[in-house]
């Protein structure tokens, strides 16, 4: 990727923007290493980073952001206008939206995963409650002309869309607490509430792992954290 960006544009990597901490967005931050200006990331991707980095002992693979925003971040590159937002723990506690003003691209990270069961990673402060919150907070402040850039997606073609898209996912998280809330509220075990194998009502997402997302709703419904 480097050798590729290097013959499009032949100036240095002003900046390296993480939009959370997850391997399969940082851990290739290492080859920038002398190459990018400054690594920029909300300050709870930087600290679960480090958290991860110090439990696998892979400090020494690690390149941390040296600039790092809580609410939001600004900085103009080149022709380019480029702002950062954080509403609140979703995935995790530290996810940053990145809008591309000027191009109106907003990258969403894993905040999006378009059609497919998301990770909700708990021992990094998720909250789907709030992750619901997030979804609106993005709905209410891109424009509907805006280009959304997802983390993931079933249909690996899918990693862009819409508003609709935003939507969809709302609605199966949506579904998922008030799924999980009735189980509980049925008296069912955690054992027999990850036994699911579809949430009712919800007819598009796909892939492995619902589990985690049965998981956390329960977590998160039976301790209120
Ligand atoms: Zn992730």
């Given at each position: 990727m480097i050798d590729a960006l290097k013959k499009t544009?032949?100036?240095?990597?002003?900046l390296l923007i993480n939009t959370h901490h997850h391997g399969d967005h940082?851990?290739?931050?290492?080859?920038?290493k002398g190459l990018a200006g400054h690594v920029v990331a909300h300050e709870n991707s930087l600290k679960n980073q480090k958290a991860v980095a110090e439990k696998a002992k892979t400090e020494d693979k690690q390149l941390y952001p040296d600039i790092t925003f809580t609410d939001s971040w600004k900085q103009k590159v080149g022709g380019e206008s480029i702002r950062a937002y954080y509403f609140g723990?979703?995935?995790?506690d530290g996810d940053g939206l990145i809008h591309f003003e000027n191009a109106n691209v907003l990258h969403m990270g894993d905040l999006m995963s378009n059609r497919r069961y998301p990770n909700v990673d708990k021992s990094a402060g998720a909250s789907v409650k709030n992750w619901i919150v997030a979804l609106d907070k993005t709905l209410s402040t891109f424009d509907n002309k805006t280009i959304f850039v997802f983390g993931?997606?079933?249909?690996?073609?899918?990693i862009t869309g819409g508003k609709e898209d935003i939507k969809a996912f709302k609605d199966y998280l949506e579904k998922l607490l008030v799924f999980v809330g009735g189980e509980v509220k049925a008296g069912k075990s955690k054992e027999e509430v990850l036994k699911a194998t579809a949430i009712p009502g919800v007819t598009e997402w796909q892939g492995d792992g619902i589990i985690r997302s049965l998981q956390a709703a329960y977590d998160e419904i039976t301790t209120g954290k």
């Amino acid at each position: 990727m480097i050798d590729a960006l290097k013959k499009t544009d032949d100036k240095p990597f002003p900046l390296l923007i993480n939009t959370h901490h997850h391997g399969d967005h940082t851990s290739g931050n290492i080859a920038f290493k002398g190459l990018a200006g400054h690594v920029v990331a909300h300050e709870n991707s930087l600290k679960n980073q480090k958290a991860v980095a110090e439990k696998a002992k892979t400090e020494d693979k690690q390149l941390y952001p040296d600039i790092t925003f809580t609410d939001s971040w600004k900085q103009k590159v080149g022709g380019e206008s480029i702002r950062a937002y954080y509403f609140g723990p979703g995935h995790t506690d530290g996810d940053g939206l990145i809008h591309f003003e000027n191009a109106n691209v907003l990258h969403m990270g894993d905040l999006m995963s378009n059609r497919r069961y998301p990770n909700v990673d708990k021992s990094a402060g998720a909250s789907v409650k709030n992750w619901i919150v997030a979804l609106d907070k993005t709905l209410s402040t891109f424009d509907n002309k805006t280009i959304f850039v997802f983390g993931h997606a079933f249909d690996p073609e899918k990693i862009t869309g819409g508003k609709e898209d935003i939507k969809a996912f709302k609605d199966y998280l949506e579904k998922l607490l008030v799924f999980v809330g009735g189980e509980v509220k049925a008296g069912k075990s955690k054992e027999e509430v990850l036994k699911a194998t579809a949430i009712p009502g919800v007819t598009e997402w796909q892939g492995d792992g619902i589990i985690r997302s049965l998981q956390a709703a329960y977590d998160e419904i039976t301790t209120g954290k």
